[in-house]
Structures are given as structure tokens and as C-alpha cells.
Antibody
């Protein structure tokens, strides 16, 4: 059974870079799945951020594409997210997930990231 | 504003049936599969329905999904208090982005 665990700082200053990692156990990120990030601002709905496929092909939410990078480290069985130039609007619970195309079959527990000085 | 439109809230009594709608367009629901997720308070979302009407292992058949044109519907029968949660629909949009509905809060009266 696959398990995903997000990690990273819970507090980031405005204009800085948010960096998160997702450690996967019970499956290889080189298997035939997509691996992605989805966020949820407090009290609001879900927003897909980005996904990466085993080949390294990446997909980004057009509204975030200019500030976001997703990458994978197969040696650590991890994938990561970077969001540049963060503002308070980037405050959210960030989930990593295993997907088949756009469908998130497995989710991490989520990590709250607050953008504040 | 979400790409997919869901009612903000629905309610029904225990044992009853409820449906939650999800409305989109030809660029998303009309040409792609729809998924549904359940988010219990304080927890991560969980996949309930994929490919419009399929249930992952472990999801009871009280939950069902359907799609017609540019709309999709989640049905829940035999409502239980434990079904109180937020429910989200999701699909792929031809703008090359996964999209979600704004979520529907289910209250079991």
C-alpha cells in the first residue's frame, strides 16, 4: 500500500521560495503513475498545482506555471515542489498525491504552509 | 471561482438519498472522465469515484457516480452521520490542467 509524506517548512516569508518534498513508500516513483501536488487554502477548495510523470514530463496549472517547479529524485524515491515569490495567497495545506492522469488515487496527510513575515 | 460548479451545501436525513451535481463545459467534463473525492473534517481528501462511475476498492456501493454531457452527479444512498463531509468533483480541462469543483458540504440532519 503506497504511503506519501509531505515535509518542509511550515512558515515562509513573503517574496521567498516555498520548498516541499514528498517521500513515497510502498511504490516507486519510477512506476507508471503521475506524482503531483494539490493545495487547499484554509476554508477553501482544492487547487491542482503540478504533476510529473515517470519520464520526467511535467504538467503545470497555467495560473501558477510561471512560479512553480516540480521535480523528482528517483534515488530517494521523492518528488518536490518549489513555488517562487510567494504571497499570503499561497498560504494553504499542500498535499502530495499519486495520480493516474488527473485522478488522485492516493494522498499524503497534507502540510500547512503559512506565508507571513 | 472554480472551473466546475457545485452547490455549496446539501442536506438530508439519515437513511435518505442525496445527490450532488457538478457542472462544467465541453472543454472539461464534456470530453473527460470525472472523479469524486470525500474530505472528512480535518483530513485529506479520499477518492470515491473515478472514470465517472467506478469505485475504488473499499468504497461501499452506497456511493455512485454518473455523467451526462457537461454535468456529473454523485449519489449517496442510505445516508449515515459519518458521511458528513465536503465532496469535490474533478476532471481534466483541455487547457492542460486538472480542475476541481468548489466543493459541497453534506449535512446529515
Amino acid at each position: 500500500q503506497v504511503q506519501l509524506q509531505e515535509s518542509g517548512p511550515g512558515l515562509v516569508k513573503p517574496s521567498e521560495t516555498l520548498s516541499l518534498s514528498c517521500t513515497v513508500s510502498g511504490d516507486s516513483i519510477s512506476s507508471g503513475y503521475f506524482w503531483g501536488w494539490i493545495r487547499q487554502p484554509p476554508g477553501k477548495g482544492l487547487e491542482w498545482i503540478a504533476s510529473i510523470f515517470q519520464s520526467g514530463t511535467t504538467y503545470y496549472n497555467p495560473s501558477l506555471k510561471s512560479r512553480v517547479t516540480i521535480s523528482a529524485d528517483t534515488s530517494r524515491n521523492q518528488f518536490s515542489l518549489k513555488v517562487n515569490s510567494v504571497t499570503a495567497a499561497d498560504t494553504a495545506v499542500y498535499y502530495c498525491a499519486r495520480l493516474i492522469h488527473d485522478t488522485a488515487y492516493s494522498w499524503g496527510q497534507g502540510i500547512l504552509v503559512t506565508v507571513s513575515s | 471561482q472554480s472551473v466546475l460548479t457545485q452547490p455549496p451545501s446539501v442536506s438530508a436525513a439519515p437513511g435518505q438519498k442525496v445527490t450532488i451535481s457538478c457542472s462544467g463545459s465541453n472543454s472539461n467534463i464534456g470530453n473527460n472522465y470525472v472523479s469524486w473525492y470525500q474530505q472528512l473534517p480535518g483530513t485529506a481528501p479520499k477518492l470515491l469515484i473515478y472514470q465517472n462511475n467506478k469505485r475504488p476498492s473499499g468504497i461501499p456501493d452506497r456511493f455512485s457516480g454518473s455523467k451526462s454531457g457537461t454535468s456529473a452527479t454523485l449519489g449517496i444512498t442510505g445516508l449515515q452521520t459519518g458521511d458528513e463531509a465536503d465532496y469535490y468533483c474533478g476532471t481534466w480541462d483541455n487547457s492542460l490542467s486538472a480542475v476541481f469543483g468548489g466543493g459541497t458540504k453534506l449535512t446529515v440532519l
